[in-house]
């Protein structure tokens, strides 16, 4: 118990090594984690249905600026994703999940850059030609895959920044 006269300083320490070493893996996925999904949220979101709402905007032009904005968007993603990939290496707890769940939205960047991105792709390229284009799926199960990343970055988020409180106990030193 601390007592209100006790001259010894109450100062954030780790309860054991581990921490130190736990916390240097932790600190740089939660940022990660939050800005990957800030980006997400912000590009497939936000800015991407707005921009089919401005009138002045005619569609084939929207169309081929959603096409630049997502192929810079997935190569960022891979960067995001291989950063959360090392992060992982440097935390003690938590580790096979955050494996599991940046190892599911790496296979999720691979469906949508080698199946769902050049099929849409082609679509863009078709529509901006002046050709007429049946429905699909796609772009629905494009939009399920950013919905599904969307939640897993949530939950990596907060089970991060969960793990980053549980290793920051204060103690009194001395």
């Not at 590009?43 to 084939?60: E, R, Y």
């Not at 960067?79 to 090392?86: G, Q, S, T």
């Not at 078709?126 to 939009?143: F, K, N």
Request: charged share 15%.
């Amino acid at each position: 118990m601390l007592v209100a006269s006790d001259p010894r300083p109450i100062l954030p320490r780790f309860d054991h090594d581990q921490g130190a070493r736990q916390s240097f893996g932790d600190i740089p996925f939660v940022f990660v984690a939050m800005l990957w999904l800030g980006v997400l949220f912000g590009v497939s979101f936000l800015a991407t249905p707005v921009k089919f709402q401005a009138p002045s905007l005619d569609l084939p032009v929207a169309l081929d600026v959603g096409r630049v904005t997502f192929a810079l968007l997935s190569k960022t993603e891979w960067v995001f994703c291989a950063i959360l990939f090392v992060t992982t290496l440097f935390t003690l707890r938590s580790r096979r999940v955050r494996l599991g769940v940046v190892a599911l939205l790496a296979l999720l960047l691979l469906v949508q850059a080698l199946w769902l991105l050049p099929v849409l792709d082609a679509r863009v390229s078709q529509i901006i030609a002046g050709m007429t284009v049946s429905g699909t799926s796609h772009h629905i199960l494009y939009i399920g895959a950013e919905a599904l990343k969307f939640l897993l970055l949530l939950g990596l988020s907060i089970e991060a920044l969960w793990t980053l409180a549980g290793s920051r106990k204060i103690q009194r030193c001395g």
